[in-house]
């Protein structure tokens, strides 16, 4: 039996977000953060290192190295993609051929949510009431409307925008499970049989999702897509078909299938590993990990966290329907993996996208009051963001204001400020949009169902925008190791190899990369006339080497992190090489 739904929806409120406006959103939020910058630390300059020695030396597929040390050989996909682009386009800087492949990622990741989110509003128990004397919105139409709405609550939230623009095993992840998503979503609307289409698409998310390092919830997910399909079929809409039971029984077998095929994928590459790190496991500890989590749950999700509890509220007698059951799956085992892994935020991202879903559907229930209160917020959020950036930009070229100015100088030590027209004209054409967005939001064009979420996407844009623009010179400086890198070069012969000891998968690539060093692990058969040395690891550096056979000769520190700092040292009797 059907439940009554709860959207009242008119037809004049379901008219389509115009698409250029919508490409340019997107637009505007994939390429800033792409394009234009170094390798950030750590896992980004990382994962770049591992996929610069892949294509360097065609070798260690199935375990991708760096430096000869196995380097998270659990995601191969990623590496793989980053090597290809480089052998591919070898006439484009290393660190934009890299991202190409990444870049593409996140665009699948924008438009699988968009696809995936249409689809499960075309579900007959997501549509509106049906009025009285008519005039109710048109299925296609309201289902156009719900996914445009989602796409902007995904752009909209704020833990998006720095992990989405890395070249990490997390932005795949993040592709991979969009497009499962969306064929799941899909299935219902296309047939099992059909190679291209939703099959395809689960084959390729699904595996992918496991060749990126997550074969568990690749495995979760399908478990979870293959009950809803179960569930679809046995509360379905009545009057079903003998036709639609049997594509619903297709579609059932068909996920099993793919991810039972993907289970053992993952078994025959040895993908599994065991990351379960619980939070609060250490009685001293608890406390903090779980108001950590807490607070990384609040603002990475935000706004679309309120969204899809009120979601969960109003549509609480179809929580078994397709459009809750399914996203709800996604957005509960991504946020399980967040409680459950060292790396909280990179596992959290993957909910990002069905959380979309959940909070699109929020809007045909919410109260104009509330809606408004949600302009008014974003609005002074943003526009206060916005303010800010420019006030230290302008403090970072002029010197006025003078407080903004010393913050700066004595943050991010070193760093010479620098006009770029072309960065300065995309943030100046930006911040008029915003302007423009915000007066058309202010006027009397209140009827579309996405009107809610515009502010919200528009204000993440502008801002991730003129960071990317404004201050991406100082963001270098301050999250790159390149000065770090330059500076021990300039220490040594960069003419000679190098040994290195205590140096994370980070940092090595960060020398290879910015310091164009020749480098190699410190062992009794290295000769290298120089070796840098962590200054973590400075205890332990007697039990490797000989120390009577190096020379100190050198502190190096990064300017921004004083903590984290190397040391330089040059061998003294270049005829012998190290004893252990």
């Known amino acids: 039996m059907n439940k009554p739904s709860p959207a009242l929806i008119a037809q004049s409120a379901v008219r ?7 490409l340019l959103f997107c637009l505007s939020y994939v390429l800033p953060g792409f394009l234009g910058r170094g390798p950030w630390k750590n896992e980004d300059i990382a994962a770049f290192g591992v996929m610069r020695e892949l294509a ?42 890299v991202r190409i492949p990444f870049m593409l990622l996140l665009a699948l990741t924008l438009l699988a949510t968009w696809y995936g989110i249409y689809y499960l509003a075309r579900s ?46 997390a932005l795949a992840q993040l592709g991979f499970t969009a497009l499962a998503f969306y064929a799941m979503a899909a299935s219902p609307y296309r047939r099992a049989t059909r190679i291209f289409g939703p099959a395809l698409g689960l084959l390729i998310g699904l595996g992918g999702l496991a060749l990126s390092g997550a074969p568990t919830l690749a495995l979760l997910f399908g ?40 289970a053992l994928l993952s078994l025959k590459l040895d993908l599994w590993r065991w990351r379960i790190a619980l939070a609060g496991t250490r009685a001293e500890s608890a406390w903090t990990d779980w108001r950590n989590l807490g607070r990384l749950l609040l603002w990475f999700t935000w706004p679309a966290w309120p969204l899809a509890l009120w979601t969960l509220w109003r549509w609480r007698r179809q929580l078994a329907s397709r459009h809750v059951a399914l996203p709800l799956w996604f957005v509960g085992m991504a946020v399980i993996s967040t409680l459950t892994t060292t790396a909280p935020d990179r596992s959290l991202l993957l909910s990002l996208p069905p959380l979309a879903a959940l909070a699109a559907f929020a809007l045909p229930t919410l109260k104009r009051s509330v809606a408004s209160l949600i302009d008014w917020f974003t609005l002074l959020f943003f526009t206060g963001c916005a303010l800010v950036i420019w006030v230290i930009w302008i403090a970072m070229q002029t010197g ?3 407080q903004p100015a010393a913050n700066v100088a004595k943050l991010a030590p070193g760093f010479e400020p620098s006009f770029s027209a072309l960065a300065f004209a995309c943030a ?35 801002c991730w925008l003129l960071l990317m623009t404004l201050w991406l010179p100082l963001l270098d400086h301050a999250r790159s190791l390149g000065p770090l890198s330059r500076q021990v070069a300039a220490q040594v012969d960069s003419r000679r190899c190098v040994e290195i000891y205590g140096i994370g ?9 910015h310091g164009k060093l020749e480098l190699h692990q410190t062992s009794p058969q290295a000769s290298c006339p120089y070796l840098v040395v962590h200054v973590s690891a400075l205890q332990r550096l007697s039990s490797v080497v000989n120390l009577p056979d190096w020379a100190f000769k050198a502190t190096v520190r990064k300017p921004t992190d004083r903590s984290e700092s190397m040391l330089v040292f040059q061998r003294v009797n270049a005829g012998n090489p190290p004893r252990p």
């Open 16 to 22: 389509r977000l115009p698409r250029w406006a919508l």
């Open 56 to 97: 360097a030396s065609g070798a260690h597929w199935l375990q991708p190295q760096l430096l000869g040390q196995v380097t998270g050989f659990d995601a191969l996909l990623p590496y793989w993609l980053g090597a290809i682009a480089l052998k591919a386009l070898p006439f484009l800087d290393t660190a934009t051929a």
């Open 124 to 169: 007959p128990q997501a549509q509106p009431v049906a009025f009285a004397f008519g005039g109710e919105a048109n299925p296609v139409d309201y289902a156009r409307a719900i996914a445009d709405a989602g796409l902007l609550a995904l752009i909209a939230s704020l833990g998006l925008a720095q992990f989405s623009h890395e070249t990490t095993p």
């Open 223 to 262: 478990i979870g897509g293959t009950l809803v399909e179960v569930s679809h079929l046995r509360w379905g809409t009545p009057g079903s078909n003998a036709a639609c039971k049997r594509q619903s029984w297709h579609w059932v077998l068909l996920i099993a299938a793919i991810t039972l095929l993907v």
């Open 400 to 402: 006025v204001p003078r």
């Open 428 to 462: 100046v054409a930006a911040t008029l949009a915003w302007i423009w967005l915000v007066r058309w939001r202010t006027s009397a064009q209140r009827t579309a169902v996405w009107k809610s979420l515009v502010l919200p996407a528009g204000g993440a844009t502008l």
């Open 505 to 513: 998968s980070a940092q090595a690539a960060a020398l290879q990369y």
